[in-house]
């Protein structure tokens, strides 16, 4: 491989690597508020090292507009097309890809072979687990208790919930009631 192939990976590298902190500064700046915010943000970001930048753009722009007039370009907009720029080249759309070299090493083949030998690795350490623990159940006997296992209602429960919250606490523990 010559660096001029590897070139639109390294665009894809810092970008995700970007946008990656950008995300992490956004998790620590809403640290306060609910996990599920924090949660689709890294999803973004997961969806984002998938997805390169410059097939968003280019799919984007198969789009048709609908605009009557054109716009002018607000600063936010002029900035992000500064940075989706490639630093060390043009961006590739997908009207012009260039036809790829054959390669020597198929390595869609390599990394689906990797994949799916981890994935049946783990299956197997799976499966052998879910044996033992299958056989040591078959195995295992039933235990008879001689003292009988006092069994609340639901209504006991409730009364022993409500006396224990009307109990004053003892003050010479040094517990203290709550406000």
């Keep these: 491989m010559n660096p001029e192939s590897l070139r639109p990976v390294a665009d894809h590298l810092w970008q995700s690597t970007l946008f990656a902190g950008v995300v992490g500064l956004l998790t620590l700046a809403l640290r306060s508020n ?3 915010i924090r949660h689709w943000l890294w999803l973004t970001a997961s969806c ?3 997805i390169p930048l410059s097939i968003l753009i280019a799919l984007g722009g198969q789009l048709a ?5 054109p716009r002018t370009q ?3 907009s002029v900035m992000m097309e500064q940075v989706s720029q490639p630093f060390t ?4 759309t997908a009207r012009h890809l260039p036809p790829a070299p054959p390669a020597a090493i198929p390595v869609a083949a390599v990394l689906l072979a990797v994949w799916a030998c981890g ?4 299956g197997c350490v ?4 879910w044996r033992r623990i299958r056989a040591t159940v ?3 006997s039933s235990v008879k208790i001689a003292a009988p296992i006092p069994v609340r209602s639901s209504a006991a429960r409730a009364r022993h919930r409500r006396a224990s919250e009307a109990a004053p606490l003892r003050s010479d523990r040094g517990a203290r009631r709550p406000p």
Aim: hydrophobic content about 50%.
């Design 119 to 122: 994935f049946l690795g783990i």
């Design 138 to 140: 078959r195995l295992a």
């Design 48 to 50: 984002k090292f998938l």
């Design 74 to 76: 607000s600063s936010l």
């Design 34 to 36: 609910r996990a599920r």
């Design 89 to 92: 080249g043009p961006a590739i």
């Design 126 to 129: 799976w499966w052998i687990r």
């Design 65 to 69: 507009t609908r605009t009557a007039k």
